[in-house]
């Protein structure tokens, strides 16, 4: 059982990344504050050069939930999204990565 659990939990890992989402929050700066900080309760990563957009990766069932607190603090949001699989990759690269 033990040796089952441990090849499993790789598998596991892998599939949230295959069903995953991003999410790209646009508007006046408070807006994206808004989705900055539901990336940070839901998200698996929050990329942001400018204070008027920013992108989140959630896995596929954590966007109902982001799309609730975003539009929880910012009801008036502008949200799109794109469902990630092995065409659109969503391998997004932290903004102070030196090869972005």
């Known amino acids: 059982m033990y040796t089952l659990s441990l090849l499993l939990l790789p ?6 990344l295959v069903a995953s989402e991003a999410c790209v929050v646009g508007g006046p700066a408070a807006r994206v ?3 900055e900080r ?3 309760f839901v998200g698996e990563g929050w990329f942001s050069k400018y204070p008027y957009q920013g992108i989140c990766v959630l896995n596929g069932t954590a966007l ?3 799309e609730k607190c975003v539009g929880r603090f910012a009801p008036d949001y502008d949200l799109v999204c794109i469902e990630c699989d092995e065409t659109v990759s969503c391998g997004l690269k932290p903004i102070d990565d030196p090869a972005v």
């Open 38 to 40: 539901c990336c940070d």
């Open 11 to 16: 598998l596991a890992a892998l599939t949230t």
């Open 33 to 35: 504050a808004a989705g």
């Open 64 to 66: 109902p939930i982001y």
